[in-house]
Protein backbone atom coordinates (compact mmCIF):
# COMPACT_ATOMS: atom_id res chain seq x y z
CA UNK A 1 0.00 0.00 0.00
CA UNK A 2 1.65 3.43 -0.77
CA UNK A 3 -0.16 7.07 -0.51
CA UNK A 4 2.30 9.83 -1.66
CA UNK A 5 1.72 13.19 -1.46
CA UNK A 6 2.82 16.10 -3.67
CA UNK A 7 2.14 19.58 -4.72
CA UNK A 8 3.74 21.38 -1.50
CA UNK A 9 6.06 24.15 -1.17
CA UNK A 10 6.48 27.82 -0.40
CA UNK A 11 3.39 30.38 -1.48
CA UNK A 12 2.48 33.92 -0.39
CA UNK A 13 -0.78 34.82 1.74
CA UNK A 14 -3.43 34.50 -0.79
CA UNK A 15 -1.93 32.68 -3.48
CA UNK A 16 -2.84 29.15 -3.97
CA UNK A 17 -2.02 25.31 -4.50
CA UNK A 18 -2.81 21.86 -5.00
CA UNK A 19 -2.01 18.65 -3.51
CA UNK A 20 -2.32 15.35 -4.89
CA UNK A 21 -2.12 11.86 -3.26
CA UNK A 22 -1.63 8.98 -5.48
CA UNK A 23 -2.85 6.05 -4.03
CA UNK A 24 -2.08 2.09 -5.19
CA UNK A 25 -1.83 -1.42 -2.94
CA UNK A 26 -5.74 -1.06 -2.29
CA UNK A 27 -9.10 -0.70 -4.09
CA UNK A 28 -9.00 3.27 -3.68
CA UNK A 29 -12.39 3.64 -4.73
CA UNK A 30 -13.80 1.73 -1.77
CA UNK A 31 -11.85 3.88 0.37
CA UNK A 32 -13.10 7.44 2.15
CA UNK A 33 -10.25 9.89 1.98
CA UNK A 34 -9.25 12.43 4.22
CA UNK A 35 -6.46 15.02 4.56
CA UNK A 36 -4.79 16.12 7.59
CA UNK A 37 -2.55 18.92 8.60
CA UNK A 38 0.13 19.07 11.50
CA UNK A 39 1.93 22.44 12.30
CA UNK A 40 4.61 22.61 14.19
CA UNK A 41 3.81 22.36 18.50
CA UNK A 42 0.44 21.11 17.39
CA UNK A 43 -1.86 17.86 17.28
CA UNK A 44 -2.93 17.06 13.58
CA UNK A 45 -6.31 18.00 12.60
CA UNK A 46 -8.55 16.95 9.52
CA UNK A 47 -9.00 19.14 7.12
CA UNK A 48 -11.50 17.56 4.60
CA UNK A 49 -12.98 14.20 4.00
CA UNK A 50 -14.45 12.71 0.84
CA UNK A 51 -16.50 9.37 1.36
CA UNK A 52 -16.11 6.56 -1.39
CA UNK A 53 -18.57 7.40 -4.03
CA UNK A 54 -17.62 10.87 -3.48
CA UNK A 55 -20.71 12.08 -2.26
CA UNK A 56 -20.08 13.29 1.02
CA UNK A 57 -17.81 15.94 1.56
CA UNK A 58 -16.64 17.81 4.91
CA UNK A 59 -14.24 20.35 6.08
CA UNK A 60 -12.60 21.93 9.28
CA UNK A 61 -13.98 25.29 10.01
CA UNK A 62 -10.78 27.14 9.63
CA UNK A 63 -10.82 25.80 5.76
CA UNK A 64 -14.29 26.29 4.41
CA UNK A 65 -14.64 28.09 1.60
CA UNK A 66 -11.43 27.86 0.69
CA UNK A 67 -10.37 24.58 0.24
CA UNK A 68 -12.02 21.93 -2.26
CA UNK A 69 -11.28 18.49 -1.79
CA UNK A 70 -11.93 15.84 -5.22
CA UNK A 71 -11.00 12.38 -6.26
CA UNK A 72 -10.69 10.52 -9.35
CA UNK A 73 -11.58 6.85 -9.15
CA UNK A 74 -9.94 6.03 -12.44
CA UNK A 75 -6.73 7.56 -11.74
CA UNK A 76 -6.48 6.62 -7.96
CA UNK A 77 -5.71 10.04 -6.57
CA UNK A 78 -7.26 12.20 -4.55
CA UNK A 79 -6.63 16.26 -4.31
CA UNK A 80 -6.61 19.05 -2.03
CA UNK A 81 -7.61 22.57 -3.68
CA UNK A 82 -6.52 25.19 -1.20
CA UNK A 83 -7.25 28.83 -1.97
CA UNK A 84 -6.91 32.19 -0.35
CA UNK A 85 -4.11 30.70 1.72
CA UNK A 86 -2.81 31.98 5.30
CA UNK A 87 0.12 32.08 7.36
CA UNK A 88 -1.81 29.36 9.65
CA UNK A 89 -2.54 26.86 6.76
CA UNK A 90 1.22 26.27 7.28
CA UNK A 91 1.60 22.78 8.05
CA UNK A 92 2.90 19.22 6.93
CA UNK A 93 -0.29 18.16 5.31
CA UNK A 94 -1.31 14.37 5.02
CA UNK A 95 -3.30 11.84 2.65
CA UNK A 96 -5.60 9.59 4.70
CA UNK A 97 -7.36 5.95 3.46
CA UNK A 98 -9.59 4.71 6.02
CA UNK A 99 -11.84 1.49 5.75
CA UNK A 100 -13.34 -0.61 8.57
CA UNK A 101 -9.95 -1.13 10.14
CA UNK A 102 -7.85 -0.33 7.56
CA UNK A 103 -5.84 3.16 8.37
CA UNK A 104 -3.05 4.18 5.26
CA UNK A 105 -1.01 7.33 5.64
CA UNK A 106 0.68 8.94 3.40
CA UNK A 107 4.59 10.47 4.09
CA UNK A 108 3.20 13.88 3.98
CA UNK A 109 3.94 16.73 1.83
CA UNK A 110 5.15 20.83 3.56
CA UNK A 111 3.05 23.43 2.80
CA UNK A 112 4.53 27.34 4.03
CA UNK A 113 2.53 30.75 3.47
CA UNK A 114 4.69 33.29 4.17
CA UNK A 115 5.85 36.44 2.41
Known amino acids: VQLVESGGGLVQPGGSLRLSCAAS????????MRWYRQAPGKERELVAI????????NYADSVKGRFTISRDNVKNTVYLQMNSLRPEDTAVYYC?????????WGQGTQVTVSS
Open 96 to 104: NARRASDNY
Open 50 to 57: IRSAGGII
Open 25 to 32: GFTFSSYA
